[in-house]
């Protein structure tokens, strides 16, 4: 399960950060290899919820909906 982005790190570009809920550490590698973000690492979110744990990616926040017209037909989104 993925779940929406949440906060940005500062504005330095250097060390921006994109950040994604997940099930689990492997949902964020998969993640890594379908956009091709690269992952910094995996962080425990302490809650209770599905989303378990943030993935942190490389790079400037994303968001899904920006993203939903370039895989809307992408099998993976029939499984929400």
């Known amino acids: 399960m993925i779940g929406w982005p949440f906060s ?7 060390e921006q950060e994109n950040r ?12 890594e290899k379908k956009y091709g973000w690269e992952l910094k690492r995996v962080e425990q979110n302490g809650d209770d919820s599905d989303l378990g744990v943030d993935c942190v ?3 400037k926040q994303t968001s899904f909906w920006d993203m939903w017209g370039d895989h809307q037909d992408d099998p993976d989104l029939d499984e929400a």
């Open 20 to 31: 994604h809920w997940a099930s689990s550490e492997e949902d964020c590698k998969e993640m």
């Open 8 to 14: 940005k790190n500062g504005d330095d570009d250097s």
């Open 57 to 59: 990616f490389k790079g």
